[in-house]
């Protein structure tokens, strides 16, 4: 058993310290059976940052993943979540530990489809600005048992314009879109050959930016979430096609 004592030792460990501010994507299954639930790995996290740091978690108002149906995979979709409502008690797809968190009453909580909650030091900015003010500050993501795909921030990089032939391999042809209203459900469409954030990852990698532990069974990882939005803004920018596995056309095409 996974006690709330042998999470902070493990925190630790990795490099989070008093003060730090910290996003937090993870899966409570991945760490093995922990004594108190999920409650106690979000007391562990406070217990390391302490009020002068921060925890923020993303609170997406929307269903866990759907089974997808023959027909939904011969039309190309990838994947398929509902919308719920706002102030859903409904287990939600962002895991028992962000809906543990959300829930208390010491955590400030934004609005609309993508917001994040906080806790500590300047949790309503955090909460009203998303993810922006936690990589302005030098914040750290930290990934409990999941993968950099889940990992928020990342989509900070996309106010950098990639071309319209990369983006519109992801646009959702206009039947999907009738049949699945974008204010009822999340739809996941296309592909590319390469993985763009599997790039990111593996150059952070090369840089040496990422820090690797493990808690309980969960492997982890620690790392200031402003350096690899920037690395995925740099590769956006310098070779959009690359980043995605694509050959950039040439000036025949």
């Not at 630790?12 to 730090?20: A, F, I, K």
């Not at 906080?118 to 999941?146: E, F, M, N, P, S």
Request: one cysteine or more; aromatic letters at 8%; charged letters at 25%.
């Amino acid at each position: 058993m996974l006690t709330q004592a042998e999470i902070e030792r493990a925190l630790r460990d990795l490099g989070l310290q008093q003060g730090d501010a910290v996003e937090v994507h993870s899966s409570l299954s991945s760490l093995g059976w922990v004594e108190g639930g999920a409650e106690a790995l979000i007391e562990a996290l406070i217990a390391v940052v302490r009020p002068e740091g921060a925890v923020v978690m993303s609170c997406y108002p929307v269903s866990p993943p759907l089974p997808l149906t023959d027909e939904d995979r011969a039309r190309g979709v990838a994947w398929k979540v509902r919308w719920l409502l706002p102030n859903t008690r409904e287990r939600t797809g962002m895991g028992a530990i962000a809906d543990t968190f959300r829930w208390r009453p010491d955590v400030a909580c934004g609005t609309g489809p993508y917001r994040v909650c906080a806790w500590g030091r300047d949790a309503a900015i955090h909460a009203t600005r998303g993810y922006a003010h936690l990589v302005a500050i030098g914040g750290w993501a930290l990934l409990i048992g999941v993968g950099i795909d889940r990992c928020s921030s990342m989509h900070l990089a996309e106010h950098v314009p990639i071309p319209q032939d990369i983006t519109g391999r992801f646009e959702l042809p206009d039947e999907l879109a009738r049949d699945y209203p974008e204010e009822e459900w999340g739809i996941g469409y296309g592909s590319t050959p390469g993985d763009a954030w599997g790039a990111v990852w593996q150059e952070a990698e090369c840089q040496g930016l990422i820090r690797h532990g493990r808690i309980g069974q969960a492997d982890c990882t620690l790392f200031r979430a402003g350096a690899l939005v920037r690395i995925h803004e740099g590769m956006r920018r310098i070779d959009p096609y690359g980043l995605f596995g694509l050959e950039a056309p040439t000036d025949d095409t």
